[in-house]
């Protein structure tokens, strides 16, 4: 089935607001609030020594609220000026903060992609709660924003990250050395990417994710229009 021609992208605050919600079938993500903060620094602090090996060194100061508003106010700068999308993944039944997913690095012109990264607590890890969200985002990317590719990079050595993105239908496609700082060094890292038109194999994408736009508005990812090839 070949891609229909999308609606005008939308961007900045009016694409990710406080009224802005992405569903799927296990997770719902929203943008970071201020009053997330104490789950947020409660979740981070108990998975530390998991979450160690996969990012930069945190700052001494990381988990504190005036780190944590820091964040918040840089995120919310990132999403007025279309350079950036935080989403914070809550569990959909009990509503618990599960993780996060950043698309950073937003860049348009001729290019029309961005870079995304995630996190999972570890108590939430080996759930598929990551797999659903990030399936989650693909619409909000290609739909939403208009983007063209996706791009996502991740540690050789971490076969849980590249099991997810394969299954998502990211597709590998190389090796850059010493490419983040990670943990103190730098690291060599696995380049994947997805595509708007790409064609993606229906069983990976099991979930019945939706976009609610601030004006209600519930957008279908199954629809031809998010560019998937199904």
């Not at 929203?30 to 997330?36: C, G, K, N």
């Not at 990012?55 to 609220?65: A, F, I, K």
């Not at 290609?142 to 997810?164: K, M, Q, V, Y």
Request: net charge positive; charged share 25%.
């Amino acid at each position: 089935m070949s891609a229909l021609p999308r609606a005008a992208p939308v961007r900045g605050s009016a694409a990710l607001n406080e009224g802005t919600v992405l569903r799927g079938r296990t997770t719902t993500l929203t943008m970071p609030l201020v009053s997330d903060y104490g789950e947020w620094s409660r979740l981070r602090a108990e998975s530390r020594h998991f979450l160690r090996p996969w990012e930069p060194t945190w700052p001494r100061d990381d988990l504190t609220r005036m780190a944590f508003r820091r964040r918040i106010r840089r995120y919310h700068r990132e999403i007025r000026a279309d350079e950036g999308y935080a989403f914070f993944v809550f569990e959909a039944v009990e509503g618990q903060l599960v993780g996060g997913i950043t698309l950073a690095h937003v860049k348009r012109g001729v290019t029309q992609s961005c870079s995304m990264g995630y996190w999972m607590g570890e108590r939430f890890a080996g759930q598929g709660l990551m797999g659903d969200a990030v399936r989650a985002v693909v619409p909000f990317c290609f739909e939403t924003l208009g983007l063209n590719r996706i791009e996502a990079a991740t540690l050789p050595h971490n076969d849980r990250s590249i099991r997810l993105l394969k299954r998502v239908g990211f597709t590998e496609e190389g090796y850059a050395r010493r490419f983040l700082c990670i943990n103190g060094a730098w690291r060599d890292h696995v380049q994947f990417a997805l595509c708007a038109g790409d064609t993606i194999d229906p069983g990976r994408l099991a979930t019945q994710a939706e976009v609610v736009r601030p004006d209600g508005d519930r957008m279908d990812p199954f629809d031809p229009r998010f560019g998937l090839n199904l």
